[in-house]
Nanobody, 117 residues
Framework: QVQLLESGGGLVQAGGSLRLSCAAS????????TAWYRQVPGKERELVAW???????RYADAVKGRFTISRDNAKTTVYLQMNSLSPEDTAVYYC???????????WGQGTQVSVSS
């Protein structure tokens, strides 16, 4: 059974940094695309950052230049380094792993990020 466990969320002041981690169990990470999403109450979940195994990345315009997605296949862990945080970044952040071939689409439970002004 695949499980994703996120950590690293919390409360930070504007301009600060946080690093989110998403550790997966029972998965061969090299076979998956990985992504981070975020959601605020009353709004749809939105893609923040995406990275495939060869290393291609995609970022939402709102986070370009501030956030970096990375992964360690050996540790089956995906990271999201978030710098220059602003109150607009406040949300619940979710990691997602999607199989490149065949079924397999997994979500973490979410971790709260709160940025105070």
């Amino acid at each position: 059974q695949v499980q994703l466990l996120e950590s690293g969320g919390g409360l930070v002041q504007a301009g600060g940094s946080l690093r989110l981690s998403c550790a997966a169990s029972n998965i061969r990470l090299s076979m998956y695309d990985t992504a981070w999403y975020r959601q605020v109450p009353g709004k749809e979940r939105e893609l923040v950052a995406w990275r495939n195994n060869p290393g291609a990345t995609r970022y939402a315009d709102a986070v370009k230049g501030r956030f970096t997605i990375s992964r360690d296949n050996a540790k089956t862990t995906v990271y999201l380094q978030m710098n220059s945080l602003s109150p607009e970044d406040t949300a619940v952040y979710y990691c997602r792993m999607t199989a490149r071939m065949g079924p397999g689409d997994y979500w973490g439970q979410g971790t709260q990020v709160s940025v105070s002004s």
